[in-house]
T-cell receptor, first 114, second 115 residues
Framework: GQNIDQPTEMTATEGAIVQINCTYQ??????LFWYQQHAGEAPTFLSYNVLDGLEEKGRFSSFLSRSKGYSYLLLKELQMKDSASYLC???????????????FGRGTSLIVHP | EPEVTQTPSHQVTQMGQEVILRCVPISNHLYFYWYRQILGQKVEFLVSFYNNEISEKSEIFDDQFSVERPDGSNFTLKIRSTKLEDSAMYFC?????????????FGPGTRLTVL
């Protein structure tokens, strides 16, 4: 089975940097995603990592260590509009078959205050 | 900017009834997905679809569920006999290719309420 852990809630100050961690245990691994979800809205894709290392995309970066089952999402120069839930999702083997399906964590609610 | 659309935005149905949730993916996208999110809980993958076939499906996607691309634009999710626990927000998504790094664009969702 799959298990994804992320902190439930984090707070940070506008202009600061915040790191949201995600640890996972999966049977098989075929990539890790980060999504942003504002309350009452659909998720928005942020990043995908399948190899170890850091992927940078503007103010957002995502890091993966497969050997440690660990990822983080780094948000720089925080803005008020970054207040949202950040979802970590890992593609692992389906329980009853060989295909890979994504399993989502419960999300980390980030509150950015002035 | 092209976007994924879903109808209806809110569907209320009685337990045991069939519902069809509709999605119009972005026009040049080839890969389609359904997810659901029960209120206050995590997003759950249901199914992915490519070339008129299911590519992957989760344990949630049992015989009560089916997907179809009835024409060149629509992608539907059917729940044959709804249960109370099917109440959730259902999101459709599409991507241009199968490259996993390729962005999946989500629709705004259909809120399904089963009474």
């Amino acid at each position: 089975g799959q298990n994804i852990d992320q902190p439930t809630e984090m707070t940070a100050t506008e202009g600061a940097i915040v790191q949201i961690n995600c640890t996972y245990q999966t049977s098989g691994f075929n990539g890790l995603f980060w999504y942003q979800q504002h309350a009452g809205e659909a998720p928005t894709f942020l990043s995908y990592n399948v190899l170890d290392g850091l992927e940078e995309k503007g103010r957002f970066s995502s890091f993966l260590s497969r050997s440690k089952g660990y990822s983080y999402l780094l948000l720089k120069e925080l803005q008020m509009k970054d207040s949202a839930s950040y979802l970590c999702a890992v593609r692992g083997h389906h329980a009853s078959g060989g295909s890979y399906i994504p399993t989502f964590g419960r999300g980390t609610s980030l509150i950015v205050h002035p | 900017e092209p976007e994924v659309t879903q109808t209806p935005s809110h569907q209320v149905t009685q337990m045991g009834q069939e519902v069809i949730l509709r999605c119009v993916p972005i026009s040049n996208h080839l890969y389609f997905y359904w997810y659901r999110q029960i209120l206050g809980q995590k997003v759950e993958f249901l199914v992915s679809f490519y070339n008129n076939e299911i590519s992957e499906k989760s344990e949630i996607f049992d015989d009560q569920f089916s997907v179809e691309r009835p024409d060149g634009s629509n992608f539907t999710l059917k729940i044959r006999s709804t249960k109370l626990e099917d109440s959730a927000m259902y999101f459709c998504a599409s991507s241009r290719s199968s490259g996993l790094a390729d962005t999946q664009y989500f629709g705004p969702g259909t809120r399904l309420t089963v009474l």
